[in-house]
């Protein structure tokens, strides 16, 4: 019942930007967390960024911080990731997953879970330097 889809993803040039978006649906934002996470083939999937409901805390990861932001539109059931000065290491495909309930838990300022309850298909972004 719940999907997630995941959007915006494009080709653009070193130091460009782009706005992801992910639409949830047969879902209940109430305690929840929203995670987006990114994979290049052959390489383990990675924590971004994520934003709970519970204390509105979000968690980015070092390599993202001060670059990429992530933002809820509650209204219309979005989840937005800006990115912002990219760079070619920030090519990969991107995931939004979420999970509800113990939203702090999956997300905090300090930190990611990766076993999110609900994924959408990716995103492919891509940089070229």
């Known amino acids: 019942e719940v999907q997630l889809q995941a959007s915006g993803g494009g080709l653009v040039q070193a130091g460009g930007s782009l706005r992801l978006s992910c639409a949830a649906s047969?879902?209940?934002?109430?305690?929840?967390?929203i995670g987006w996470f990114r994979q290049v083939p052959g390489k383990e999937r990675e924590g971004v960024s994520c934003?709970?409901?519970?204390?509105?805390?979000?968690y980015y990861n070092y390599a993202v911080k001060g670059r990429f932001t992530i933002s809820s539109d509650i209204a219309k059931k979005t989840v937005y990731l800006q990115m912002n000065s990219l760079n070619s290491e920030d090519t990969a495909v991107y995931y939004c997953?979420?999970?509800?309930?113990?939203?702090?838990?999956?997300?905090?300022?300090?930190?990611?879970?990766?076993?999110?309850?609900?994924w959408g298909q990716g995103t492919q972004v891509t940089v070229s330097s």
């Open positions: 934003i709970s409901s519970s204390d509105g805390s979000t």
């Open positions: 047969g879902f209940t934002f109430d305690d929840y967390a």
């Open positions: 997953a979420a999970t509800s309930g113990s939203s702090t838990f999956y997300c905090s300022s300090h930190h990611i879970r990766r076993e999110y309850h609900y």
